[in-house]
């Protein structure tokens, strides 16, 4: 990669307001972007438009100026330096994860590209291209008796799923993903490639872990590999009729659960679709789902409370490899329509597992496609020396909704059931919700306290003074 440096600006300048490009020149402008990198640029007039503009969750409205699909790090530079030249903004979005509705007057990078996995099993750790999704990632490490920080989906990538926190199926043991980032490399809001580190950039580097991509286009990130030799997982199903006894025992069995096991309680609602397996069409179920670090023998015994529920319609927990380790839950990989909603919970009473059930339980008739209750504690919980931005997650539970408006029409009803949920948790809600679960267009301040946001914009003052790179969780409001 090149690495060279623009002459310094500096540090208190002033942000300069982006400026629309006119019509006319817009073309001048494209024309110049080709000529300075070796990517395909897409634009509103080719007929592979639509395909590069769409974002994994089709249905937000992602209208760039145009998308370049990047063929190296040098085209990162390329196209920054670009922007810089014609006043305006850069995102990227390796896999189409984090659509943005607003995107006039930007660049949109595809970095898939960037890819390139290097383990060092001896230091630990795995230094990745930004294009890497967590399934690649996680079938590289199989065999090493490590894992990094991943979450739920395989698709995804790793980098934007670490950056922005890192809720992992291992969190509780190992902590946030953020804060397992070693090192990372990044193309500035000026054009310029910094290296990240705890000696080097330090302010950038706390900025990075947790803050979400506002501060540059990462093009390698390294993280800190973890144990794990072995997982032992999958989920419970019982019919829905069974949730408030799936729920209650849910909230006994997480009060005790040990550090290496991470459980998530689920209501599903399964469309009466020919692409949805037979056993599950069309039907709702109460589900438990569970990945414990370690043996089967090691892991059942916190697993007989669930087990002794009755009516249990399927198990399907048993050794989980880590290339498989998405199968657990199952999340849908392909782009698809979708609205969510989530909210951290401090504890779950009888009267919120009451109102749950009357929610989205079942007769109530819910539209929602998936609503879940996520168990955190554990490290997830603690305030560790040297941290990241993200800060501890101190309340116990998450709770996410997703709604799939298959059609215009289940939108109101998806909207109206959210409200439903959100007042079954009203006074048990801590007002706060993660960075990884805001809505497209939800703002940050719902995690971050006001002096770190304050903190966070000086970084980006630093890295980003003409406000050229543009993220899902913008630093300033």
Request: charged share 20%; proline share 8%.
């Amino acid at each position: 990669m090149s690495d060279v440096t623009l002459p310094a600006r500096s540090e208190t300048q002033t942000q300069l307001p982006i400026q629309a490009v006119p019509a006319g020149n817009q073309t001048h402008a494209l024309d110049d972007l080709r000529r300075r990198v070796v990517g395909r640029v897409h634009t509103p007039t080719d007929p592979t438009w639509d395909a590069a503009r769409t974002p994994w969750v089709v249905n937000i409205p992602q209208h760039p100026m145009a998308v370049l699909e990047v063929h190296d790090a040098d085209d990162v530079v390329a196209a920054v330096r670009w922007a810089v030249d014609h006043g305006c903004q850069v995102t990227a979005q390796p896999t189409g994860h984090g659509g943005l509705a607003t995107l006039d007057q930007t660049l949109l990078l595809r970095t898939r590209a960037l890819g390139g996995i290097e383990v060092d099993v001896q230091r630990r750790t795995v230094t990745i291209g930004s294009g890497v999704k967590a399934g690649e990632l996680c079938a590289a490490l199989e065999g090493t008796g490590l894992t990094f920080l991943c979450g739920s989906n395989s698709d995804p990538s790793v980098t934007g799923m670490t950056i922005t926190g890192g809720i992992s199926w291992f969190g509780r043991a190992y902590g946030l993903g953020a804060d397992s980032i070693v090192s990372v490399e990044l193309v500035d809001g000026l054009g310029r490639v910094r290296r990240l580190s705890a000696t080097e950039d330090t302010e950038l580097f706390w900025a990075v872990r947790g803050g979400g991509g506002d501060f540059g286009i990462i093009t390698k990130l390294e993280v800190a590999l973890h144990p794990c030799a072995e997982v032992y997982g999958g989920r419970f199903l019982w019919p829905l009729e069974q949730m408030d006894d799936v729920l209650r025992t849910f909230r006994r069995a997480t009060g005790v659960a040990p550090e290496e096991l991470t459980t998530w309680f689920h209501v599903y609602q399964f469309p009466p679709l020919p692409e949805v397996p037979e056993p599950i069409r069309g039907k709702a179920f109460a589900s438990v789902a569970v990945a414990f670090i370690g043996s089967r023998e090691e892991a059942e015994p916190h697993l007989a409370a669930y087990r002794a529920i009755p009516g249990m319609a399927m198990d399907l927990v048993g050794e989980v490899p880590l290339s498989r380790l998405s199968s657990i839950a199952e999340e849908p990989t392909d782009p698809m329509p979708g609205m969510q909603r989530s909210a951290l919970l401090n504890e779950l009473d009888d009267d919120a597992i009451a109102a749950l059930v009357a929610s989205v339980g079942p007769g109530s008739g819910s539209p929602l496609t998936i609503v879940q209750i996520r168990h955190f504690g554990g490290a997830f919980a603690a305030d560790r020396e040297g941290r990241g931005v993200h800060g501890p997650v101190t309340e116990p539970y998450n709770l996410f909704a997703l709604g799939v408006p298959a059609v215009p029409e289940l939108v109101a009803p998806i909207e109206m059931f959210f409200g439903r949920l959100s007042a079954s948790v009203a006074h048990v809600a801590s007002g706060r919700t993660l960075l990884n679960f805001l809505e497209h267009d939800e703002d940050p301040g719902k995690w971050w306290t006001p002096a770190t946001r304050e903190r966070l914009a000086a970084a980006k003052q630093v890295s980003d003074p003409l406000h050229t790179i543009r993220s899902n969780r913008p630093v300033r409001p």
